[in-house]
């Protein structure tokens, strides 16, 4: 993705979240990043996103 170079390019850690679904059911990821050393922020906000919004159960259509 055009979108991580710099996560990569810095070592930061970064995800990409589902947090939205298409008309057609495709997913739609939303990218958080931290600075470098903080995985514990990301884990602790996607923890909260998937308790507020599930996507565990979703499965994309093709």
């Known amino acids: 993705m055009e979108y991580t170079i ?3 390019l810095t070592s930061s850690p970064a995800m990409s979240v ?3 679904w298409t008309a057609d059911n495709l997913p739609i ?3 958080f990043a931290a600075a470098k050393g903080q995985e514990n922020r990301l884990l602790a ?3 909260e996103l998937e308790a507020a919004r ?3 159960e979703k499965r ?3």
């Open 6 to 8: 710099l996560q990569n």
């Open 18 to 20: 589902p947090l939205h």
């Open 29 to 31: 990821g939303i990218q």
């Open 45 to 47: 906000l996607v923890f």
């Open 54 to 56: 599930s996507w565990k």
């Open 60 to 62: 994309a259509t093709f």
